[in-house]
Antibody, heavy 124, light 107 residues
Framework: QVHLQQWGAGLLKPSETLSLTCAVS????????WTWIRQTPGKGVEWIGE????????NYNPSLESRVTISADTSTKQLSLKLNSVAAADTGVYYC?????????????????WGQGTTVTVSS | DIQMTQSPSTLSASVGDRVTIACRAS??????LAWYQHKPGKAPRLLMY???TLESGVPSRFSGSGFGTDFTLTISSLQPDDFAIYYC?????????FGQGTKVEIK
């Protein structure tokens, strides 16, 4: 059974860089898209972006694209999220999740495996 | 961005009730819609994709319908394990968006 374990700094000051890691166990990272999603008080549930580790393809939410980097290390089966220049509006719970590989939207079958979430607070 | 609007925001119901949650898209998303269940402190759970395709392992009391802009998630007979928050998600475009959630609480 695939399991996603997340970790990262939970308390940041404004202008710092959010850095989270999502480790995949019980399955492969290849053949899937890996997504980061967050839930904030201001915007609710928000898609941040995704990566296909096999192709290196990334796709970001246009509203966050200038500050976000999603990467993957297939050798360690870890996904990474970096969000720079954080502000209070970035406070929330961040999730990694797995989506099916293949042409979208025809071969997207939902986000079927999720991490437990990491709470991030941005405060001075 | 496509805006997703769910209604109601909160729904009070009893065990055994039939429950329907609505999700409306600001423009047509064909049937590229997923539903998730989320309980506090737990990982969200995929219920449905392509508007009406039940994810493996999800009880058959859950069903989905709709096409274009209007969608529904129905729980035919609410069970104690179903009290949670439900979200819809569109994936018609390359910038996915979610509804604001519907909380199903005990009446």
């Amino acid at each position: 059974q695939v399991h996603l374990q997340q970790w990262g700094a939970g308390l940041l000051k404004p202008s710092e860089t959010l850095s989270l890691t999502c480790a995949v166990s019980g399955g492969s990272v290849s053949g899937y898209y890996w997504t980061w999603i967050r839930q904030t008080p201001g915007k609710g549930v928000e898609w941040i972006g995704e990566i296909n580790p096999h192709s290196g393809y990334t796709n970001y939410n246009p509203s966050l694209e200038s500050r976000v980097t999603i990467s993957a290390d297939t050798s360690t089966k870890q996904l990474s999220l970096k969000l720079n220049s954080v502000a209070a509006a970035d406070t929330g719970v961040y999730y990694c999740a797995r989506g099916s590989g293949g042409l979208r939207p025809l071969y997207f079958y939902g986000l079927d495996v999720w991490g437990q979430g990491t709470t991030v607070t941005v405060s001075s | 961005d496509i805006q997703m609007t769910q209604s109601p925001s909160t729904l009070s119901a009893s065990v055994g009730d039939r429950v329907t949650i609505a999700c409306r898209a600001s423009q047509s998303i064909r049937n590229w819609l997923a539903w998730y269940q989320h309980k506090p402190g737990k990982a969200p759970r995929l219920l449905m994709y392509k508007a009406s395709t039940l994810e493996s392992g999800v009880p058959s009391r859950f069903s989905g319908s709709g096409f274009g802009t209007d969608f529904t998630l129905t729980i035919s007979s609410l069970q104690p394990d179903d009290f949670a928050i439900y979200y819809c998600q569109q994936y018609n475009t390359y910038s996915w968006t979610f509804g604001q959630g519907t909380k199903v609480e005990i009446k």
